[in-house]
């Protein structure tokens, strides 16, 4: 890739031919983002960047506020947001059809596809108009997710980690509190079991802790007992090492202990009622959960009177350290598509949306921690969050993992969902993560092969 380059792809056809070819004028209205045209509320003379954002509600007008804020903090950009639903393909699509919007926030997942496709532009093109970004801004993990084969594909919006929530009043019950919180498997297999109760039929009254609750991470497992998924040095998936076998035979013998059927039942209503006040954690259905930060922001509004608190995921008891918890760090993502009209423009606009001050507003309205390396003396004062600091110390981990870093990462982590569920029904746990690390490992060879033949080689 040529510094200061501009050039996606050979030539492609426009975006009405494309989109015909996938399906025509249906699908492009269900594909493409409905731009606003009006420049009735924009001041004159300034050029206007379109970006694409997943965000809506409380989140959405969060991030507004701090367009808001950029838009008049000078004179020269201004900054339209649009909301866009499934943004991923629809950001694809419109930089293959070489009408791009300018900005684009996606997730931390897709930066080796977009950075092997050159769909968007690594920021050390865009060094001789800005000072550039450099990685120690960043916490080492987060750092690492932005980063692809020694470049900066993107900047970040939010990060986050997974944490254990727990129901204080429960422990209670039990005459225990905060001070018994589980620290390794072992301890949570305990407690979960003493908290779970049954029905005269083998219902699920109350679960103490199952995995599939929410089944969002079916991936994220391996990673307390030490298992990365992916080594980057040798390219191989490392699923089917002993760590990765034994993080799913712990899977499968809490579906033997609570019941197969029983807990899927459970499960099964969390789609249902997913963060309402019929939320298994939320109407007491459920002891303990890994969720997000966002489960804490949730629940000040659906639960208020709900006592809870949340610690980083319990782990495989030889690994437990409590000064370096275990747990992926995954991000949200800024990026700069490739054709975007006005690169520099852009990449002012990034550069803000990464000052500490910035950073830390939005943090706080979203009630996540920094993904910066540091962060200032007020940041956790009143923080909205009382439990952030559970993430943070996950993200500023020097054990924290993140997703493998492969284009094929997509159809890997679909691959774990199939096996969590065999293995929840009682599939022999050591075949059925073998036959999936076989064939995750087929994809990202191909994928690496793909790579090789268009660029020249492995590293390019």
Request: charged share 20%; aromatic share 8%.
């Given at each position: 890739?040529?510094?200061?380059?501009?050039?996606?792809?050979?030539?492609?056809?426009?975006?009405?031919?494309?989109?015909?070819?996938?399906?025509?004028?249906?699908?492009?209205?269900?594909?493409?983002?409905?731009?606003?045209?009006?420049?009735?509320?924009?001041?004159?003379?300034?050029?206007?960047?379109?970006?694409?954002?997943?965000?809506?509600?409380?989140?959405?007008?969060?991030?507004?506020?701090?367009?808001?804020?950029?838009?008049?903090?000078?004179?020269?950009?201004?900054?339209?947001?649009?909301?866009?639903?499934?943004?991923?393909?629809?950001?694809?699509?419109?930089?293959?059809?070489?009408?791009?919007?300018?900005?684009?926030?996606?997730?931390?997942?897709?930066?080796?596809?977009?950075?092997?496709?050159?769909?968007?532009?690594?920021?050390?093109?865009?060094?001789?108009?800005?000072?550039?970004?450099?990685?120690?801004?960043?916490?080492?993990?987060?750092?690492?997710?932005?980063?692809?084969?020694?470049?900066?594909?993107?900047?970040?919006?939010?990060?986050?980690?997974?944490?254990?929530?727990?129901?204080?009043?429960?422990?209670?019950?039990?005459d225990?509190?905060?001070?018994?919180?589980?620290?390794?498997?072992?301890?949570?297999?305990?407690l979960?079991?003493?908290?779970?109760?049954?029905?005269?039929?083998g219902?699920?009254?109350?679960?103490?802790?199952?995995?599939?609750?929410p089944?969002w991470?079916?991936?994220?497992?391996?990673?307390?007992?030490?298992?990365?998924?992916?080594?980057?040095?040798?390219?191989?998936?490392?699923?089917?090492?002993?760590?990765?076998?034994?993080?799913?035979?712990?899977?499968?013998?809490?579906a033997?202990?609570?019941?197969?059927?029983?807990?899927?039942?459970?499960?099964?209503?969390?789609?249902?009622?997913?963060?309402?006040?019929?939320?298994?954690?939320?109407?007491?259905?459920?002891?303990?959960?890994?969720?997000?930060?966002?489960?804490?922001?949730?629940?000040?509004?659906?639960?208020?009177?709900?006592?809870?608190?949340?610690?980083?995921?319990p782990?495989?008891?030889?690994?437990?350290?409590?000064?370096?918890?275990?747990?992926?760090?995954?991000?949200?993502?800024?990026?700069?598509?490739?054709?975007?009209?006005?690169?520099?423009?852009?990449?002012?606009?990034?550069?803000?949306?990464?000052?500490?001050?910035?950073?830390?507003?939005l943090?706080?309205?979203?009630?996540?921690s920094?993904?910066?390396?540091?962060?200032?003396?007020?940041?956790?004062?009143?923080?909205?969050?009382?439990?952030?600091?559970?993430?943070?110390?996950?993200?500023?981990?020097?054990?924290?993992?993140?997703?493998?870093q492969?284009?094929?990462?997509?159809?890997?982590?679909?691959?774990?969902?199939?096996?969590?569920?065999?293995?929840?029904?009682?599939?022999?746990?050591?075949?059925?993560?073998?036959?999936?690390?076989?064939?995750?490992?087929?994809?990202?060879?191909?994928?690496?092969?793909?790579?090789?033949?268009?660029?020249?080689?492995?590293?390019?």
């Amino acid at each position: 890739m040529h510094k200061g380059s501009n050039a996606f792809s050979p030539p492609r056809p426009g975006r009405r031919a494309l989109l015909a070819a996938l399906g025509g004028v249906g699908l492009a209205s269900l594909l493409w983002p409905r731009t606003p045209r009006s420049r009735a509320n924009i001041p004159c003379g300034r050029v206007v960047l379109d970006y694409w954002e997943k965000w809506t509600g409380s989140e959405g007008l969060a991030l507004q506020k701090i367009v808001d804020r950029y838009n008049l903090s000078q004179d020269r950009v201004w900054i339209r947001r649009i909301p866009v639903a499934d943004i991923v393909p629809k950001t694809l699509v419109a930089i293959a059809g070489g009408d791009p919007p300018d900005l684009a926030g996606l997730y931390s997942f897709n930066i080796p596809q977009l950075a092997e496709s050159r769909a968007c532009m690594s920021f050390d093109e865009l060094a001789d108009t800005h000072e550039p970004l450099t990685p120690d801004l960043y916490a080492p993990a987060v750092s690492r997710l932005l980063t692809f084969n020694g470049l900066q594909w993107a900047a970040v919006t939010s990060c986050y980690a997974l944490g254990l929530y727990c129901n204080l009043a429960h422990l209670r019950e039990l005459d225990l509190d905060a001070a018994a919180l589980p620290r390794t498997i072992s301890q949570l297999d305990e407690l979960a079991e003493r908290l779970t109760i049954r029905g005269a039929d083998g219902s699920l009254t109350r679960t103490g802790f199952q995995q599939n609750l929410p089944q969002w991470w079916p991936y994220s497992w391996p990673a307390l007992f030490g298992n990365a998924l992916f080594d980057p040095a040798s390219g191989r998936a490392t699923l089917a090492d002993p760590s990765g076998i034994a993080a799913y035979e712990w899977i499968k013998e809490t579906a033997r202990r609570l019941g197969a059927d029983a807990s899927r039942a459970l499960a099964r209503t969390f789609d249902r009622s997913y963060h309402t006040p019929a939320d298994p954690f939320f109407s007491g259905r459920a002891s303990m959960v890994v969720q997000g930060p966002w489960l804490a922001s949730f629940a000040r509004t659906t639960a208020p009177h709900l006592e809870f608190v949340c610690i980083p995921p319990p782990v495989h008891d030889p690994l437990l350290d409590p000064a370096a918890p275990l747990g992926i760090v995954e991000a949200d993502i800024l990026i700069i598509p490739r054709g975007c009209r006005h690169p520099a423009e852009a990449f002012d606009f990034v550069r803000f949306m990464q000052r500490r001050d910035v950073q830390e507003e939005l943090c706080r309205a979203h009630g996540k921690s920094s993904p910066l390396r540091d962060v200032s003396p007020g940041f956790w004062h009143d923080h909205p969050n009382p439990h952030v600091h559970a993430f943070d110390s996950i993200i500023k981990s020097s054990r924290a993992s993140i997703l493998p870093q492969t284009r094929s990462w997509q159809q890997y982590a679909d691959m774990t969902g199939g096996l969590f569920d065999r293995v929840w029904g009682g599939e022999l746990v050591a075949p059925a993560v073998r036959a999936v690390q076989s064939r995750a490992q087929e994809l990202i060879d191909v994928a690496t092969l793909r790579r090789v033949q268009r660029h020249g080689g492995p590293g390019s």
